[in-house]
């Protein structure tokens, strides 16, 4: 009841931003994401949250088509894009209103207690999103997707640009929901992806060059540490 | 739908430009009315509201343009479109609830409007009184005509992820569809062409609906004039998945 992608593609124009890839992931599981930028892993997340849809391939999300049930699947699925693109101008409480409303959700006042309290918003329910600081705003995006209580969570970089300690309990609140939820997170961050993931998928130039565990990907490597093993699979230019 | 709608009129309502553009367009329609030589009621004395009908559609092109222009384009430019896309609503009920958002609080501007037609009424001659019916079918005619504006700024906001862009995007189409298809019609040298070229001018439509002839092909001329706008900005929105 994961996510199964089978030989998806995506081009822009004449570049071919993704290329047949296939991965699989179960519930209960926290996968990685990792890649260069400009890999193709935003372009990946963008059409399993449904943003913009697939040049080919088949994507089924818990157990449905993405093509043909879009709208079902989005009920299913929360999505923390890239930059966290938020309303500004709007309360946090408010947002938050309107963001379970959109999802249909049926307790509207208990899903927006349990978000808050989830990504510990509470001091900030009644301020502006504007006036948060980038790590409260982090949160708010995170609230967000999580509102309706999705089985799939897409996170786009969650804890980018936070401050170390906003980072831990990022990763704190990730790890805690990864226990029920099928979880897939784009990081550039290697202690994040040695900290919460279970399984890593590497991404290079739309490919995947590597999607195995963490231990046995660190096997393979003969104990290379997790950066090195991402620098030796995606550095084209050679060691500095 | 229902939630983007509450949204739009949340937000618009909770910013600054919602009063300005409602102000001007009531002091505006004031001004003529009330103030200005040759236009105002007690210097015409005729007990109606031809002013007001006559020079509110060319201020709803900018009022109706400015309440439009930040309902995409503002997504767009935010990004906030990839969590509005991402949830379980489709693109048509997102666009849907930006536009009747837009056309209630253009229908919210005109209401005060109301109290220049009790100021007139009360000022009529007890004995003619004023001509009711042709007020009601007018502004029957200028709410089509700014739900008209409101497709074409909702078309114009989805072009462009600037705000100004949109405006006078939205500002030069709809002038051209009641402003320069209305005067081809008075242009001689085109004759019979221009008459039929005036045809499918806002302006044709709404003048005849304000003369009191509620006549069901204007009505229909509206309606397929809105829906035009409508598909055509689902368009532009989706072509983000082409």
Known sequence: MGIKVTNLSKRYGAQWALNTISFSVSPGEIVGFLGPNGAGKSTTMKILAGFIPQTAGDVTMCGLDLKEHSLEIRKKVGYLPENNPLYLDMYVAEFLLFSAELAGVKHIKNAIEKAIELTQIVD???????????????????????????????????SSGLDPNQAIEMRSVIKQLGTEKTILLSTHIMQEVEAMCSRVIILDHGKIIADDSLIGLKETAKGLSLEAIFRNLTNHVGSI | ???????????????????????????????????????????????????????????????????????????????????????????????????????????????????YYYSISTLADPLQGTDVGATWSSYCGLILLAASYASIGLFASALSDNQIVSLVVSMVLCFFWYGILGLLGDIEALDTIGKSLEWFGLDFHYKSISRG??????????????????????????????
């Open chain 2, 1 to 115: 739908m229902w939630a983007v709608f509450k949204k739009e009129i949340r937000s618009f309502l909770g910013s600054f430009i919602a009063y300005i553009v409602m102000g001007v367009f009531l002091l505006i329609t004031g001004l003529f009315i009330w103030v200005i030589e040759e236009t105002n009621v007690m210097d015409i004395g005729l007990a109606n509201m031809q002013v007001l009908f006559n020079i509110a559609p060319y201020i709803l092109i900018f009022l109706v343009s400015a309440i439009t222009m930040r309902s995409l384009s503002e997504e767009k430019r935010l990004g906030t479109i990839e969590i509005l896309t991402t949830r379980p609503v489709s693109d048509f009920s997102i666009l849907m609830g930006k536009y009747l958002a837009a056309l209630g609080l253009i229908i919210f501007t005109l209401l005060p409007t109301l109290f």
């Open chain 2, 213 to 242: 002839v509620f006549d069901t092909r204007d009505l229909l001329y509206f309606l397929g004039f809105i829906a035009s706008f409508i598909g055509a900005s689902k368009l532009v929105f989706e072509s983000r998945k082409w």
């Open chain 1, 124 to 158: 900030e329910r009644k301020k502006k999103i504007g006036q948060l600081s980038k790590g409260y705003r982090q949160r708010v995006g995170l609230a967000h997707a999580l509102i309706h209580d999705p089985s799939i969570l897409i996170l786009d970089e969650p």
